[in-house]
């Protein structure tokens, strides 16, 4: 099973950009890289996901290396609700739908 | 759409007393998943379910551990006997098919066993 790898914590300013990275070297052509965050006291919620593309959505952007071989969340200006665990995990595109979370970077805002 | 249902939130017993946590999923979703969750192993994947068949329970930590699935909007993980080591946050989450559907979490139950 492709795994990922990720900072176990970050720090960040209110109102500035974070850039939250992810390891996934032994990833397939057809995984999908999903990233998802977990709230203090509530269960995971999905943030964003792609195959090849870069992309954007109302919550985050997604930039995905040309190798797909990491990846990199991007909130553009963080607030004191985006203090949560991020996950990234890989979405197994054969047969497969094993979803394996692995640790996820603890990420503190600073107001 | 209500999202995954799960109960009860809260759930305390005492070591040796059977537990079920239950899940509803949401509707139309034909991938349901159950993990469990501890500060020291992290969010585990238990087992998880296609068409209501089970297709990977590698996870489940013992045999005192069992799930069903006996139709598309119902989920049970039992626990017998229970032990202090099985408290945890359980979580039901579902899915639709495909490698680019999200997975959508419930709330949780929170498991206390004393």
């Known amino acids: 099973d492709a795994k990922t790898t990720q900072p176990?914590?970050?720090?960040?300013?209110e109102e500035e950009p974070v850039h939250l990275p992810c390891n996934h070297?032994?990833?397939?052509?057809t995984d999908y890289i999903h990233w998802y965050r977990q709230l203090p006291s509530q269960g995971p919620e999905y943030v964003i996901h792609g195959l090849t593309s870069n992309v954007n959505?109302?919550?985050?952007?997604?930039?995905?290396?040309?190798?797909?071989?990491?990846?990199?969340?991007?909130?553009?200006?963080a607030t004191l609700r985006d203090a949560a665990v991020y996950y990234c995990i890989l979405n197994y595109g054969g047969a497969t739908n094993k979803l394996i979370f692995g640790t996820g970077t603890l990420l503190a805002v600073q107001p | 759409d209500a999202g995954v249902i799960q109960s009860p939130r809260h759930e305390v017993t005492e070591m040796g007393q059977e537990v079920t946590l239950r899940c509803k999923p949401i509707s139309g979703h034909n991938s349901l998943f159950w993990y469990r969750q501890t500060m020291m192993r992290g969010l585990e994947l238990l087992i998880y379910f296609n068409n209501n068949v089970p297709i990977d329970d590698s996870g489940m930590p013992e045999d005192r551990f069992s799930?069903?699935?006996?139709?598309?909007?119902?989920?049970?993980?039992?626990?017998?006997?229970?032990?202090?080591?099985?408290?945890?946050?359980y979580f039901c989450a579902s899915k639709t098919d495909g490698p680019n559907s999200p997975l959508h979490f419930g709330n949780g139950t929170r498991l206390t066993v004393t």
């Open chain 1, 8 to 13: 176990n914590s970050m720090e960040s300013n």
């Open chain 1, 57 to 77: 959505n109302r919550m985050a952007s997604l930039a995905i290396a040309e190798d797909r071989k990491s990846s990199t969340l991007i909130l553009h200006r």
């Open chain 2, 67 to 89: 799930a069903k699935m006996p139709n598309a909007s119902f989920s049970t993980l039992k626990i017998q006997p229970s032990e202090p080591r099985d408290s945890a946050v």
């Open chain 1, 25 to 29: 070297s032994t990833i397939s052509g």
